[in-house]
DNA sequence: TTAATTTTTGCAACCGGTTGCAAAAATTAA
DNA sequence: TTAATTTTTGCAACCGGTTGCAAAAATTAA
């Protein structure tokens, strides 16, 4: 059906090299060599090949776009900046979907079947194992909203979550709150973890301060609604900062449930910033991740890495800050 | 980095034709040679390259998925459904982005430069010329989501958006109210079209029901809340059927931004039966569309049609139904 | 045992491109 | 004008695989 670079150099009367050329950027032709190519290539309706142009370039543009997390809405929207910031450098994302896989091994053999020029693992809650595999593979990897000091040898693009955590407790105590809660994620996230020691360590510079923790099932709407409601029925703490958002959503919809309401019976902080936390009926105050950058940072040193496959391993770190909607009292 | 055939037949001391046999399934190798190729294969990391195969094989597996939506939250799941059903059939999902793209030819002219076996377009909000570009430049290519009569000539998987009019207005007919609106989506898109022309048929049966319509800029939280305000600011109706969950839940913001609240002051019944619509912070009475049904099937018919490609079109179509929630009175 | 048949194997051409090298053509210098 | 230099072009080998065909090997029949 479609023409190939042979018969385009048939019908222009030239040799396979002068198509080749045309369509290589910053090739030796003439341009009257140029103009009859491309009358001929446009006559056919003729486009190359990349697939078979990659088995002697190296370079196929695709990038396996790796992920697990296909039910926290922010994921939504990291797929759409990471197809659209993808697709303006012309590389072009292959969908992975790690939910059903436990096996590393089966992904990145299939990425190499494809020849991806690199990887980018989008998720916090990845087992460890995965990303590394990816690089001992010996495939440019860079792992977005991963933890940053899990090893030195693999480009890591996220946020301080240690700081994070600081950052929530300080602005629970700044608002009075005597008796706080970590409600977190799942404690095998590092995401997780990682949150719970910066806040732990923030709250337990103010002795007076009573806290208490517990993590939920998942980072899901279902979980934060049930682990809230547990709370509940014991003596809950006065305010909550939530693993993320979606957990904060849950937890907030447990209180109206039981009749309660933030910040008038408990407060509530979330962490991500996604878009349903500006909502009107939800109003969330959290911590913002800045995911735009994140991914921007993300596509900018996967296409460093193509470029220098050996180039020393860093760690990208983007600050957070809180913003401040309905879901905590005033600053005291 | 990675071993080649070649390799492998020279270290296993055995022709090329015998590795590649190895590695196809169903061609001629006795047990003996496949034993000893393997052997070779496992010592020297061999797995075959996919893109070279599909040179000779014409197929690559690898199926084009394009969509236009990446902001209603109910995609999440489209992508998370589709990614793991191609998956588990040994296909892989070449994700496009559409949103910023107003030229369809050149999102064909990648896919086809990328050899992809078929293309599957989910989105109901494309513009009619996408769909039929693809099928015109000889890619298989199935629309998911799309209007089943717009042309005979492409295959369709979803729901019959007429009936889903209907079946809305019916809702509203027998639960009693007599003043009913269409809060419909962007009136370009196919779907907003045949559910405005199904409601508005069904409720004509009904001369003494008062009806009124109009449009939001977009199938989005934001549209829906604007749009509802803006209606609340005139004399609404006694209830609405939104375009979708998305229009719904940003509706019933608006309305508990008036101090208003559904089914109290005004019905709303949605269209789609996202995750979102059962949290119980929104509750809400909605139509559901099949959307794991209608991946599956598209997914079938995509599969299909690589083995005929010539495979005569066909509609699909999948009935939906009420699922009654807290935002409908009861019926009367 | 030998002949006929079936299965397995390797050769060589091919899929659709790129690229180093040398020859040919065009340009510049003398 | 001719010689020297630069640019353009085509040849042929290659990227990593598959596959039709014929020869070789193994199996079955006589």
Same mark, same amino acid.
């Given at each position: 059906?479609?023409?190939?670079?042979?018969?385009?150099?048939? =019908? *222009?009367?030239?040799?396979?090299?002068?198509?080749?050329?045309?369509?290589?950027?910053?090739?030796? &032709?003439?341009?009257?060599?140029?103009?009859?190519?491309?009358?001929?290539?446009? #006559?056919?309706?003729?486009?190359?090949?990349?697939?078979?142009?990659?088995?002697?370039?190296?370079?196929?543009?695709?990038?396996?776009?790796?992920?697990?997390?296909? =039910?926290?809405?922010?994921?939504?929207?990291?797929? @759409?900046?990471?197809?659209?910031?993808?697709?303006?450098?012309?590389?072009?994302? %292959?969908?992975?979907?790690?939910?059903? #896989?436990?096996?590393?091994?089966?992904?990145?053999?299939? +990425?190499?079947?494809?020849? &991806?020029?690199?990887?980018?693992?989008?998720?916090?809650?990845? %087992?460890? !194992?995965?990303?590394?595999?990816?690089? @001992?593979?010996?495939?440019?990897?860079?792992?977005?909203? !991963?933890?940053?000091?899990?090893?030195?040898?693999?480009?890591?693009?996220?946020? @301080?979550?240690?700081?994070?955590?600081? /950052?929530?407790?300080?602005? +629970?105590?700044?608002?009075?709150?005597?008796?706080?809660?970590?409600?977190?994620?799942?404690?095998?996230?590092?995401?997780?973890?990682?949150?719970?020691?910066?806040?732990?360590?923030?709250?337990? +510079? =103010?002795?007076?301060?009573?806290?208490?923790?517990?993590?939920?099932?998942?980072?899901?709407?279902?979980?934060?609604?049930?682990?809230?409601?547990?709370?509940?029925?014991?003596?809950?703490?006065?305010?909550?900062?939530? !693993?993320?958002?979606?957990?904060?959503?849950? *937890?907030?919809?447990?209180?109206?449930?039981?009749?309660?309401?933030?910040?008038? @019976?408990?407060?509530?902080?979330?962490?991500?910033? /996604?878009? /349903?936390?500006?909502? #009107?009926?939800?109003? %969330?105050?959290?911590?913002?991740?800045?995911?735009?950058?994140?991914?921007?940072?993300?596509?900018? %040193?996967?296409?460093?890495?193509?470029?220098?496959?050996?180039?020393?391993?860093?760690?990208?770190?983007?600050?957070?800050? &809180?913003?401040?909607?309905?879901?905590?009292?005033?600053?005291?």
């Amino acid at each position: 059906m479609a023409a190939t670079l042979k018969e385009v150099a048939k =019908h *222009a009367g030239v040799s396979t090299s002068a198509v080749s050329r045309t369509f290589t950027p910053g090739a030796s &032709v003439s341009d009257k060599m140029r103009r009859r190519v491309e009358k001929a290539a446009r #006559e056919l309706g003729y486009s190359p090949n990349l697939l078979a142009r990659s088995l002697t370039t190296r370079r196929t543009k695709l990038i396996g776009l790796v992920s697990n997390n296909f =039910h926290n809405p922010i994921f939504l929207q990291v797929f @759409d900046l990471f197809t659209r910031g993808l697709q303006a450098r012309g590389l072009r994302p %292959l969908l992975v979907n790690l939910s059903d #896989e436990t096996d590393p091994e089966s992904s990145i053999r299939m +990425l190499r079947q494809y020849s &991806v020029d690199g990887v980018i693992v989008a998720s916090s809650t990845l %087992l460890p !194992g995965f990303a590394k595999a990816f690089r @001992d593979a010996g495939v440019p990897v860079v792992h977005s909203f !991963g933890r940053y000091s899990s090893s030195p040898e693999i480009h890591v693009v996220g946020i @301080d979550n240690v700081e994070c955590g600081r /950052m929530a407790a300080r602005e +629970l105590v700044n608002r009075g709150y005597k008796k706080v809660g970590f409600l977190g994620g799942p404690d095998t996230a590092t995401s997780t973890q990682d949150r719970f020691t910066g806040f732990k360590e923030e709250i337990n +510079l =103010h002795p007076e301060i009573d806290f208490k923790y517990s993590f939920s099932a998942a980072y899901s709407f279902d979980a934060g609604r049930d682990e809230m409601t547990r709370l509940l029925e014991r003596s809950p703490q006065e305010a909550y900062f939530c !693993g993320d958002d979606i957990l904060s959503i849950g *937890a907030l919809t447990a209180l109206k449930l039981a009749n309660l309401s933030a910040p008038q @019976d408990i407060g509530i902080i979330g962490l991500n910033d /996604m878009e /349903m936390a500006r909502w #009107e009926n939800i109003d %969330l105050t959290t911590i913002r991740q800045p995911v735009n950058e994140i991914i921007n940072s993300s596509i900018e %040193l996967i296409t460093a890495m193509l470029d220098d496959p050996e180039r020393y391993p860093e760690s990208r770190l983007f600050p957070c800050r &809180v913003i401040e909607r309905g879901t905590l009292r005033p600053l005291v």
